[in-house]
């Protein structure tokens, strides 16, 4: 069946430092979704990314979408405190259904 | 707009007894959908709905019932509630697979 894997686990980092998570897929994508969950919270949207080879940027975050639509990842540089939080991918297939990964848990130490 | 709504924010339950959780959204979304959050295993979904008077299974459907009579509301039904379902459940919508909201999540504790 579908699945998404997400790694790392865990991370901590020095603020300052930059922080990537990756998002791999067993089946090819029709697209991809991340999202942020600070601790206690809700799970909120940060992007869309469709086409194959896509990069979009928000300010410090660099998304990416494989150009086989199969994997993602998304980068912080000079990581801040309000960055803290969980970062969820979420994949689409040609269905209706979203397939999250297990979600990177981001600390940074002041 | 209140977004997408949840209630009860927590739960204490019994093994066996049965209870519903509430969702409600006021974008006028078509799609909404269930979720449940365990410690390391990210959001699986339970069950989705793509319009009113349709509903479809998701990931881990057994144990959960839903139904989708109006397009603002998708009540979850928990028919005889075990230990397993321990888990913070989260309702998101959308439009036609676009962003999801979250609500804020129920909170369910089965003893």
């Known amino acids: 069946g579908q699945q998404v894997m997400q790694i790392p686990q865990y991370q901590h980092v020095q603020e300052g430092e930059d922080f990537t998570t990756y998002c791999n897929s067993s089946t090819t994508l029709s697209n991809i979704q991340w999202y942020k969950q600070r601790p206690g919270g809700h799970p909120v949207f940060l992007i869309q990314l469709v086409k194959s080879g896509e990069v979009k940027k928000q300010k410090r975050l660099t998304f990416q979408f494989g150009e086989a639509k199969k994997n993602s990842s998304l980068h912080i540089t000079a990581t801040q405190t309000t960055d803290v939080g969980t970062y969820f991918c979420a994949g689409q297939n040609t269905g209706n259904q979203f397939y999250f990964g297990t979600g990177t848990s981001l600390t940074v130490i002041p | 707009n209140a977004g997408v709504t949840q209630t009860p924010k927590f739960q204490v339950l019994k093994t066996g007894q049965s209870m519903t959780l509430q969702c409600a959204q006021d974008?006028?979304?078509?799609?909404m959908s269930w979720y449940r959050q365990d410690p390391g295993m990210g959001l699986r979904l339970i069950h989705y709905?793509?319009?009113?008077?349709?509903?479809d299974q998701g990931e881990v459907p057994n144990g959960y019932n839903v139904s989708r009579s109006t397009t603002e509301d998708f009540p979850l039904r928990l028919l005889s509630a075990a230990p397993s379902q321990t888990s913070v459940y989260f309702c998101?919508?959308?439009?036609?697979?676009?962003?999801?909201?979250f609500g804020p999540g129920t909170r369910l504790t089965v003893l």
């Open positions: 974008m006028n979304h078509e799609y």
């Open positions: 709905s793509v319009g009113a008077g349709i509903t």
């Open positions: 998101a919508s959308s439009s036609s697979g676009d962003t999801q909201y």
